[in-house]
């Protein structure tokens, strides 16, 4: 189970979902959706998965950059041109989609029945087997718009905790931010370059200077631990972690709860307040 060590300087935006059980009758199991678009992180004390976890802690996570990153389209692992070059073995590979195969007869019930109602346009995971230490506080951004949502359950693989750490969610950014960014660049950047800028505003973005002076909580997910959150809502890094797997389906905007959620109305919503009027666009705008 989770250990989580909270700060009394932040939120306290963690939940527990109770009852949450592999194997059990999917119409039984509570629905996290609203949690989740609130900006939870969601973990699930009683959910305890069948994880062969001699096999992963026998794949390498230093200088094997093939299996750093593996992705999956649909229940399918694809290995990439750059693993393939870097030396993926492919009895290897097929050992770890066999693996993959297990675990997700396991939690995909569970995750779609906790997702309900959303409609899912693309299914995708990631495996990632790497050493990270310290990686920069951040929330996630990207170098393209994604007019879709998406819903993303984390299940640490390794034999040791994946240390996370947590500070401000996207709103508390904004308000104790948002001002740092001048009110010409809400009207001129792009969503992109926006979400970017609330970034650089909060964090150093160097994972070197992790005493940057932000309040953090610290979490210790322990061997088999499952947990959800929006990791564009939630500014997080990871401070130690070697073996995991992300299932990142992608969500219609329209089966939202609330849409307003999603992070291109929320950069809206941004922009109405600082400059007022809206001069982004949308979810699902093109």
Do not use: C
């Amino acid at each position: 189970m989770a250990a989580i060590f909270r700060n009394p300087e932040l939120t306290d935006y963690f939940q527990a979902a109770a009852g949450v059980r592999a194997g059990a009758d999917p119409r039984s199991l509570p629905a996290i959706t609203e949690a989740y678009e609130a900006a939870k992180v969601i973990h699930f004390p009683e959910l305890k998965l069948d994880i062969d976890f001699d096999f992963w802690a026998g794949l390498p996570t230093d200088g094997a950059p093939a299996y750093r990153k593996l992705s999956l389209r649909g229940e399918e692992l694809r290995i990439s041109k750059r693993a393939r070059e870097a030396g993926a073995d492919p009895v290897l590979v097929g050992a770890i989609q066999r693996q993959v195969d297990a675990l997700l007869r396991q939690v995909l019930p569970v995750y779609e029945a906790m997702f309900r109602p959303y409609r899912f346009v693309e299914r995708q995971s990631v495996v990632r087997v790497d050493t990270i230490m310290n990686s920069d506080m951040h929330i996630d951004t990207y170098d393209v718009e994604f007019p879709n949502h998406f819903a993303r359950l984390f299940i640490n693989l390794d034999s040791q905790p994946r240390i996370w750490q947590t500070s401000y969610a996207i709103d508390e950014i904004f308000a104790r931010f948002g001002r740092d960014i001048p009110a010409e660049d809400y009207a001129r950047l792009s969503n992109v370059e926006l979400w970017q800028a609330f970034r650089r505003a909060a964090f150093t973005g160097d994972p070197r200077k992790w005493w940057d002076g932000r309040p953090r909580h610290v979490v210790y997910f322990q061997p088999g631990d499952v947990w959800a959150v929006d990791s564009r809502q939630v500014a997080h890094q990871i401070f130690y972690g070697r073996r995991a797997i992300s299932i990142d389906f992608t969500v219609e905007v329209g089966s939202m709860l609330d849409p307003g959620r999603h992070y291109l109305s929320i950069l809206d919503r941004f922009r109405r307040e600082r400059t007022g009027k809206a001069v982004g666009l949308t979810a699902g705008a093109a």
